[in-house]
């Protein structure tokens, strides 16, 4: 019953922002590392940023400066904000959460978010 579930996609204009949101629910026992990926048509699905439990970001170089990755512990939420946003940064956008799961047994995972488009428009 464990799943992600993101929000806060949608169009926007170059230059604008977008916040995105990924709330993990189930019974989850712990989160490990969280993150965002992206895919855009025709492309590989690339790293943008990851959080560690501890809060130590990594972001890809296209992104630095523009977006910033947090988490929300007591939440099981991760978020995205992305300022400065450019139409290359056009994508659908997947959460990605390495977690200790209780299935029967403590089990640890990596689960996916449906993923949520977002567009920028020149």
């Known amino acids: 019953q464990v799943q992600l579930v993101e929000s806060g996609g949608g169009l926007v204009q170059a230059g604008g922002s977008l916040r995105l949101s990924c709330a993990a629910s189930?019974?989850?026992?712990?989160?490990?590392?969280m993150g965002w990926y992206r895919q855009a048509p025709g492309k590989e699905r690339d790293l943008v940023a990851t959080i560690t439990s501890g809060g130590i970001t990594n972001y890809a170089d296209s992104v630095r400066g523009r977006f910033t990755i947090s988490r929300d512990n007591a939440k099981n939420t991760l978020y995205l904000q992305m300022n400065s946003l450019k139409p290359e940064d056009t994508a659908v956008y997947y959460c990605?959460?390495?977690?200790?799961?209780?299935?029967?047994?403590?089990?640890?995972?990596?689960?996916w978010g449906q993923g949520t488009q977002v567009t920028v428009s020149s």
């Open positions: 990605n959460a390495d977690l200790n799961v209780y299935s029967g047994w403590v089990r640890r995972r990596t689960y």
């Open positions: 189930g019974t989850i026992l712990s989160i490990n590392t």
